[in-house]
């Protein structure tokens, strides 16, 4: 297994690390980015959608293989006790974008400085505000598509604690689950907490929504479909004698099947219609309810998944294990219907070497969560020959590879 790094990604890696950005505030990290590929041989373009950016290394006619890796972190105060840890109060790579940014770039780096690269094209695509789910949108109305070639394929890894260091999983066909966030918003004159019988209560509105969405999947959900709604976050600002005049509840949905997905929509909207009557508010005038973002459901092209597993195994000796789709969610998909290529979606496994499947703690999107020193090493050979394979053909094949140079 060829695990060898640039000898600047360890650097890169904990400098991001230590300085994490929230989604569209990006600006340090997609310059470091640019300037290490700038300096690799990239030609690069900044800007598209705010802080996303694009590198192309061009080596002539031939195949064009893209990969798309993420610049935000989350709004988590970091509780690792690592000696790199987040300088940034309240934000912390908690999602390993770090790490995938910086396997990415040494790759590619890797890949660069050989003499021997097959003819064709590589293009990575660094997203802002994934975490948000709005970022590769916001790319694409940019005009990503039309400031960088169209891939024959699309590659996007991610880390994983469910396993362990040195051990890739993916799944064929549907991978990852598609994702819709609503808003819910009440509003009320206010009043005072002494007088609780003056007038409707935004906060015990958002309270009993709150715990009536947690029935949606158990009630309204048959046991063999899969479903999460969730609340992440409810926003009532207020004093201690105020009343609240306004409550906005976050509503997070995830589905596989499109008759799933809308059958949930519907008994959402059904449950805030009834929860605002139930609290004296009138829908429409004092409660809203808008639909935020949709994220589809990521997709493997389950042929050029299996290529990829076969490139991964021959070439580093590496277990690429298949497992069932996640109910995570990722806007890459977005990207994949605009370039409309096949695309491959895996995740590296981020546990104690050795160590077995399965959810572990502390996990992905927690404030203790820290990939194992190994890891970056794996994602970046495993990066690094997915490349090549989209290079050689090995992924796709002519039947597949894009026209002439654009």
């Known amino acids: 297994m060829t695990l060898t790094l640039p000898d600047w990604a360890p650097d890169l890696y904990q400098t991001l690390h230590r300085r994490p950005e929230l989604g569209f505030q990006e600006h340090r990290t997609a310059g470091l980015l640019a300037e290490v590929l700038a300096r690799e041989g990239f030609t690069v373009t900044r800007g598209i959608g705010g802080t996303g950016l694009a590198a192309v290394l061009d080596r002539g006619p031939g195949p064009v293989v893209a990969a798309r890796a993420e610049l935000d972190a989350l709004p988590l105060q970091e509780r690792t006790g690592a000696a790199f840890a987040s300088e940034e109060d309240g934000v912390m790579h908690a999602c390993g974008h770090d790490l995938h940014l910086t396997a990415l770039a040494g790759a590619a780096a890797q890949l660069a400085s050989r003499p021997d690269l097959p003819p064709g094209r590589i293009v990575l695509i660094l997203q802002p505000a994934e975490e948000l789910g709005s970022g590769a949108a916001r790319m694409v109305a940019d005009g990503l598509t039309e400031a960088v070639p169209r891939p024959d394929v699309l590659l996007s890894q991610h880390v ?9 999983v993916s799944t064929p066909g549907p991978a990852l689950a598609a994702a819709d966030t609503l808003v819910v918003t009440a509003r009320a004159p206010g009043g005072h907490t002494g007088s609780p019988d003056s007038g409707p209560d935004p906060v015990l509105f958002a309270a009993s929504l709150t715990q009536r969405l947690h029935t949606v999947v158990g ?7 899969q479903a999460v709604v969730s609340v992440p976050g409810i926003a009532a600002p207020s004093a201690p004698g105020l ?4 409550a906005a509840v976050t509503v997070n949905i995830r589905t596989f099947e499109e008759r799933v997905r809308k059958a949930v929509l519907g008994r959402v909207d059904a449950l805030v219609r009834a929860e605002a009557a139930a609290a004296g508010l009138a829908f429409g005038d004092d409660v809203q309810l808008t639909h935020d973002t949709h994220v589809p459901r990521v997709e493997n092209n389950a042929p050029v998944r299996d290529r990829l597993t076969a490139v991964h195994r021959s070439r580093l000796a590496m277990s690429h294990l298949t497992v069932p789709p996640a109910l995570a969610s990722d806007d890459v998909s977005l990207l ?3 370039f409309g290529c096949p ?4 995740f590296v496994g981020s546990g104690e070497p050795g160590g077995r499947l399965g959810p572990v ?3 992905c999107h927690t404030d203790q969560y820290l990939p194992h020193p190994a890891t970056l090493a794996v994602a970046t050979a495993a990066m ?9 053909g090995e992924l ?4 597949h590879q894009a026209g002439p140079p654009s």
Do not use: H, K
């Open 160 to 168: 994983s604690a469910m396993a362990p260091a040195g051990v890739l």
């Open 361 to 363: 703690r502390p996990a």
């Open 243 to 246: 009343r609240a005049p306004r």
């Open 336 to 338: 994949v219907r605009a």
């Open 343 to 346: 695309a491959v979606y895996w």
């Open 384 to 392: 690094r020959e997915a490349l090549l394979g989209g290079l050689t």
């Open 396 to 399: 796709c094949g002519p039947a």
């Open 219 to 225: 009630r309204d959900v048959a046991p063999f479909e």
